[in-house]
């Protein structure tokens, strides 16, 4: 079993900024490539940033410039730091990762979100 656990969500106001993190725990052989996902209200879950084994990023549109995605592999630890953040980066954030198990399987695990609010 795989567990994520996300943690830095908060209230903020606009042009503010927050550090996101995602703690992977469990029977862990290595975590592959692990992602951050928002939802807002009557919307549909979308990629926000992503990140692979060998460090290899991308973003969406809406954020690049203003969200940098990391990773600490020793920790099996996945951060998003979030500056210059708007009222439309409201929502909960997911982070996501695949993982290959110490018993050879591969998962793809989601954990349980964490609210941004951004609103002054």
């Known amino acids: 079993q795989v567990q994520l656990v996300e943690s830095g969500g908060g209230l903020v106001q606009p042009g503010g900024s927050l550090r996101l993190s995602c703690a992977a725990s469990g029977s862990i052989f290595r975590l592959n490539t692990v992602a951050w996902y928002r939802q807002a209200p009557g919307n549909q879950r979308e990629l926000v940033a992503g990140i692979t084994s060998g460090g290899t990023t991308n973003y969406a549109d809406s954020v690049k410039g203003r969200f940098t995605i990391s990773r600490d592999s020793a920790k099996n630890t996945a951060y998003l730091e979030m500056i210059s953040l708007k009222p439309e980066d409201t929502a909960v954030y997911y982070c996501?990762?695949?993982?290959?198990?110490?018993?050879?399987?591969?998962?793809?695990?989601w954990g349980q979100g964490t609210q941004v609010t951004v609103s002054s």
């Open positions: 996501n990762a695949n993982v290959q198990t110490i018993g050879g399987i591969t998962l793809n695990s």
